[in-house]
């Protein structure tokens, strides 16, 4: 029997890069699979298609992260057309990057909003639906432990803030035997950031191994995180940047 046969996952910004590839691989390990997205209802659907084309049960489900009560909105009807919720992955996320004195108070809420207290609304309404342990893995970011270059404040310290949440949720959670962790992705070819892109000759120096990670490499840490392999972990990062941070 697959590691998650019988588990239900929601991956938040799973339409597309990171979130589309955890997605796609937790299904494979055998769970059924929400996503949210905010506009790439198409990219979405192709998601499900792969999900449910591997023999699981799919959703896509619109909900911006910047909207607290679509994030909760999502994970009940996660819960209610999947049968319940053992695993959240808070991946959705934005690049805000320009200069300090250049952000407006809205831009600097927006980021907040979608990094940090999506993450925390999810989670908190997800633990209600896991009534028998449960798995949480927030997708923060190596830039939280090193910032390499400028213009990185607002994602920085947006991302930041899952640092401190999952220990905190970690040993808080623990008695309920539900572990939290994060992963912290370096540089990923995704279309976000391609692996051919202006600046990516630039960040690939600053890796140990000389080259952009997969989106594949992240999924494959979130899913041994979700499953029996890793339940003695908790409160724990790990970093999968290709030793940018070592």
Known sequence: MAELEGKVALVTGGSRGIGAAIATRLASAGADVAVTYRES???????????????????????DSADASAV??????????????????NNAGIFPAKPFGEFTVDEID????????????????????????????N???????????????LYNLSKS???????????ELGPRDITVNLVQPGSTDTDMNPADGAHARDQERLTALGRFGRADDIAAAV????????????GAFLTVDGGTNA
Request: charged share 20%; aromatic share 4%.
């Open 110 to 137: 927006y980021a907040l909003h979608v990094h940090a207290r999506a993450a925390f609304v999810a989670a908190q309404r997800a633990v209600a639906h896991m009534t028998g342990g449960g798995r949480i893995v």
């Open 161 to 171: 803030a899952l640092n401190g949440f999952t220990k905190a949720l970690a040993r």
């Open 41 to 63: 209802e198409a990219r979405a659907a192709g998601v499900i298609a792969e999900i449910e084309a591997g023999g699981r049960r799919a959703v896509a489900l619109r909900a």
């Open 72 to 89: 909760t909105g999502a994970v009940d009807r996660t819960a209610e057309e999947l049968g319940g919720l053992d695993i959240l992955v």
């Open 139 to 153: 997708i923060g970011t190596n830039l939280s432990e090193h910032a390499p270059f400028g213009g990185l404040t």
């Open 223 to 234: 899913a041994f995180l979700a499953g029996e392999s890793g339940r003695s972990v908790t």
